[in-house]
């Protein structure tokens, strides 16, 4: 069964996942990589040619070919927003949640270019976004870490403790 990573933007989930799969020997798939190469585009020109609508029924669809991979898999952030990518992904044990305040994870995402829907909201969109997306995040997960005051050592330190426990 894959190790799936997940939480809002900037929490960490690609950074982090990468250093977990060197350290347990695993591959890792970032699902945002998996569809720019699968779809030769970048995730900000699918939004802005295609649409988030269909950015999202392509996420469910590398989602579908994900399941049973043997690798670390860092979703991205939007992947709780389709009612059938959480109904999967609730069924899967090793499911973390990164959590992080969103003072600090404002402070990462304030200015960055590459994330649309970082462009496309203000501060107080975001954090209605981070606020109705939070429950999510934990209803499809079986383990939280919050990594708010943690290096990015530490939370993967506590990653591999929860995965040999
Ligand atoms: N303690 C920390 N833990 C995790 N990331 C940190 C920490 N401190 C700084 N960072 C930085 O925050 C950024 C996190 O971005 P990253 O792309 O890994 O997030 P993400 O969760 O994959 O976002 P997205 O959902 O948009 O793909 C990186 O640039 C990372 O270096
Ligand atoms: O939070 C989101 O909805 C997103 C997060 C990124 O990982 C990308 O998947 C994309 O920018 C959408
Ligand atoms: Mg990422």
């Not at 900037?10 to 982090?16: D, I, P, R, S, Y």
């Not at 943690?150 to 426990?165: H, Q």
Request: include cysteine.
């Amino acid at each position: 069964m894959p190790i799936f990573l997940t939480g809002f933007m900037g929490v960490g989930k690609t950074t982090v996942g990468k250093r977990l799969g060197e350290l347990q020997q695993l591959p890792v798939i970032d699902m945002d990589h998996y569809i720019e190469e699968k779809e030769g585009m970048k995730i900000k020109d699918i939004f802005s040619e295609k649409g988030e609508w269909h950015f999202r029924s392509i996420e469910t669809a590398a989602l579908k070919d994900l399941m049973k991979v043997e690798a670390v898999i860092t979703t991205g952030g939007g992947i709780i927003e389709r009612l059938e990518n959480r109904e999967m992904l609730a069924a899967v044990q090793t499911v973390f949640h990164l959590f992080c305040s969103f003072e600090v994870l404002w402070e990462r995402l304030e200015g960055d270019s590459e994330r649309p829907l970082v462009q496309k909201n203000s501060m107080d969109g975001l954090l209605e976004l981070y606020n109705r997306r939070l429950p999510l995040y934990r209803n499809v997960s079986k383990i939280e870490i919050d990594t708010t005051y943690k290096t990015i050592d530490e939370t993967i330190s506590e990653l591999k403790r929860n995965l040999t426990s």
